[in-house]
């Protein structure tokens, strides 16, 4: 049930982690668990979950982030995940957005840990993949250890396979997403006393994390793996680095041009299906981030990937911006 390899996961961001920005992520780490946008446990059982759930084999392992309040439709939107082939089922408990807390599901479920439990133990008796739960720390002013200590282990009795914690209390209506994702403090030593107290709960810590010597350092304190958001989506390379410093020392960090060669034959499978290259280069800013050229390879996605007639071929006429970065 426990076997995936959790030391390195890209979060689930909506309107970023799709299929063509997962396929991008996985030439840079062949092990990084990563995850898809969240979908809304109704849109799957209710809605065309052939084309929510649609993704290339060659993403996997690819866990599958629900939400939802609902535990008899969230077990059914489970089974399909995983008849769908997704490696792991994880519930959406910390997403602080007001559409999210509207439709009573994301972070304030934390507020009705009874519920959240219910909702696990029925997505777990639906399928044989693991089943995880993403959350904060606390709720508004509900932010004590105590309180978070209380809540996972609601979850933890429901059988959860692992805990993603991102280190921060979601602020519901006072502040925006972006800046519950930047004012309240991150207190990295919750997950790290969790841990302590359950070593037999696989804990991941997601939330600021951006360094890749800060990150093994937090693996080094115990914690069973990171989970990176922003700081993997604008830098990639970061993801081969941990690829590398965790997983495979062999492994070496694919150059821009590399990237490309992969990206083309991708994209003309994808435009025969209908779908727009930018559509897919619009995740490929960071490739070249940190590198002579960067912004010349952004003018290029903005100005010419970006056209309605793109062709994937396209991408081929950047290759000397690249090979410049690389010179560099």
Known sequence: ??????????????????????????????????????????????????????????????????????????GAAARIGAAAGYAEINLNVGCPSNRVKNGSFGACLMLNS?????????????VQVPVTVKCRIGVDDRDDYDFFARFVEAVAAAGIDALIVHARTAILGALSPKENREIPPLKYDYALRLKAERPELPVVLNGGLGDCAAILAQLAAGLDGVML??????????????????????????????????????????????????????????????????????RFLSQVAARPDATPEALYSALPILRQGLAA
């Open 229 to 298: 958001g922003r700081a993997a989506y604008h830098r990639p390379a970061l993801l081969a680095e941990l690829e590398r410093g965790l997983l495979n020392p062999e492994w070496r960090i694919p150059e821009p041009w590399e990237i490309i060669e992969r990206m083309v034959p991708y994209a003309r499978h994808q435009a025969r299906q209908g779908v727009r290259l930018h559509s897919i280069t619009r995740h490929m800013h960071g490739v070249m981030a940190g590198r002579e050229g960067a912004r010349a390879w952004r």
């Open 1 to 74: 049930m426990n076997t995936l390899d959790r030391r390195i996961s890209v979060a689930p961001m909506m309107d970023w982690t799709d299929r063509h920005c997962r396929y991008l992520h996985r030439l840079f780490a062949p092990h990084a668990l990563l995850y898809t946008e969240m979908i809304v446990s109704t849109a799957i059982v209710r809605g065309n979950a052939l084309r929510l759930l649609a993704h290339d084999p060659r993403e996997r392992p690819v866990a599958l982030q629900l939400g939802g309040c609902d535990p008899q439709e969230l």
């Open 114 to 126: 009874a519920l959240v439990a219910d909702c696990v133990l029925r997505m777990r008796d639906a």
